[in-house]
């Protein structure tokens, strides 16, 4: 338990960061692209292995493939209906954009927290902060400079982050002891909406902002993942 709480603090906590870093401080657009990138790079190579693959491993192709594509077409449905039914700038609308993104990372931290060791969830762990920082820093730089107040936007961000901290601690208590079959739906789930948020939120935004470099900043942040996660072979 101790183990998770220091995980979901620190990854959650780089929400916040992140955020406030948007709203007082300065980063120059081709800096923020090539971050964007480093980090979609990392956490598309961290649910890969270390999700996707374990379901595979531990339960069946057919398991991995159901659970990728149902997450995917949930995450493509959600957005679409922020974007087009309720309206980004909309209270609701806005907070849902906020933890479309963030919710399935969280949850698929919890439940790849069940019954590993430390080392095992360095890699998704890690990954998911380093998207964290960026993104959660370009979004509120995007909402500071609209209609929002900056403290609103700060307070906005920090009640997101304990939401997100609440799916990871609900992951990983209310799903242990399920079985493997069902943890692998449930962490392939979380993988398809990721892969899916990465498609079209993170790195269309890297690559607009950075065009040049965003396909080395993706490639070093799948470095990145991998080396983590050989920390745990």
């Not at 923020?32 to 890969?48: C, D, N, R």
């Not at 209906?81 to 806005?94: F, N, Q």
């Not at 920090?158 to 449930?186: D, F, K, P, Y």
Request: with cysteine.
């Amino acid at each position: 338990m101790l183990m998770l709480l220091a995980v979901v603090l620190v990854v959650s906590g780089a929400l916040v960061v992140g955020a406030a870093w948007g709203i007082y401080g300065k980063l120059p657009e081709k800096l923020e692209g090539f971050l964007v990138a480093l980090a979609g790079g990392a956490l598309l190579l961290s649910v890969t292995s270390e999700l996707i693959q374990p379901s595979i491993d531990k339960s069946s192709v057919f398991h991995a493939m159901l659970g990728v594509a149902a997450g995917a077409i949930t995450f493509a449905v959600a957005d679409y209906l922020i974007d087009e039914k309720w309206g980004s700038d909309s209270g609701g609308g806005l907070l849902a954009a906020i933890t479309l993104d963030g919710i399935p990372e969280n949850l698929a931290l919890g439940v790849a927290l069940i019954g590993a060791g430390g080392l095992e969830v360095a890699a998704l762990a890690g990954s998911i902060l380093l998207s964290n920082l960026p993104e959660a820093a370009g979004g509120a730089k995007e909402m500071a400079g609209g209609r929002h107040s900056r403290a609103k936007v700060l307070w906005l961000w920090i009640g997101t982050a304990a939401i997100l901290s609440l799916a990871a601690v609900a992951g990983n208590l209310l799903l242990t002891g399920a079985g493997e079959g069902t943890l692998a739906i449930i962490r392939c789930v979380a993988a398809g909406a990721v892969i899916a948020s990465l498609a079209t939120e993170v790195f269309p935004k890297a690559y607009k902002a950075e065009a040049h470099w965003a396909g080395v900043a993706t490639a070093l942040g799948a470095i990145l993942a991998f080396t983590l996660s050989s920390f745990s072979a």
